[in-house]
Structures are given as structure tokens and as C-alpha cells.
Nanobody, 127 residues
Framework: QVHLVESGGGSVQAGGSLRLSCDYS????????MAWFRQGPGNEREGVAS???????RYVDSVKGRFTITLDRAKGTLLLQMNILKPEDSGMYFC?????????????????????WGRGTRVTVSS
């Protein structure tokens, strides 16, 4: 059974930084796509960043240059370093994992292809 638990959310002022962690277990396949999604109040879920089993990282345009996604397979942890945070980055952040092929469109489709999700961690950025 796949299990994902996010942590690291909190409240920060604009321009600040946070690092989100997603501890995962139970994914037994060599191919994978792991991703971060977020959902702000009244908004649809959107893709933020993804990383696949080839090591390719992808980002939504709004976070390029500010966010970095990394994966520590030895520790079973997916990280999202978020710098220069803006109020529009606020929301509930979720990590998800699924098969490698979904990475190609994961950030454009809001994660509809993902079956395995964590419960989320909240990020609040004040101006």
C-alpha cells in the first residue's frame, strides 16, 4: 500500500522560504512520477512541480526559478524548496505518486491521472 505524508507547511511573509517534505513508502516500481500539487481557496487543484524516474524535473511557469523539487530515494522523501514566496503561492500542498508516463502531462492536468495522494500541508503567505 502506498503511503504519503506531507509536512513543512506554515505561515510566512512574502519573500520568505519554506521547505515541504513528503515521506513516502510502498511504491515498488522502478518507474515513477512524483509531483507536488496545490489548491488555493476557491481554486482548482494545479500542478506545481514533478520529477520522474529519469530525474527530469518540471515546473509550472509561475514557480520557475523560485521552487526546486528533489527526491531522496534512500530516505523515501520528496522535497519542495520554495523561495521568494508570494501570496498567490498560498494553499494546500499535496504530494502524489504514479506511473512514469503521467509525468509528461501531470502539471497541465491537475493530477487527474494520480491515484496515490497525501493529505496535504497548508502554506500561507502574507503580503
Amino acid at each position: 500500500q502506498v503511503h504519503l505524508v506531507e509536512s513543512g507547511g506554515g505561515s510566512v511573509q512574502a519573500g520568505g522560504s519554506l521547505r515541504l517534505s513528503c515521506d513516502y513508502s510502498g511504491w515498488i516500481y522502478s518507474g515513477y512520477c512524483m509531483a507536488w500539487f496545490r489548491q488555493g481557496p476557491g481554486n482548482e487543484r494545479e500542478g506545481v512541480a514533478s520529477i520522474d524516474s529519469d530525474g527530469r524535473a518540471r515546473y509550472v511557469d509561475s514557480v520557475k526559478g523560485r521552487f526546486t523539487i528533489t527526491l531522496d530515494r534512500a530516505k523515501g522523501t520528496l522535497l519542495l524548496q520554495m523561495n521568494i514566496l508570494k501570496p498567490e503561492d498560498s494553499g494546500m500542498y499535496f504530494c502524489a505518486v504514479d506511473d512514469y508516463p503521467v509525468c509528461d502531462r501531470a502539471l497541465r492536468t491537475g493530477g487527474v491521472d494520480f491515484v496515490h495522494w497525501g493529505r496535504g500541508t497548508r502554506v500561507t503567505v502574507s503580503s
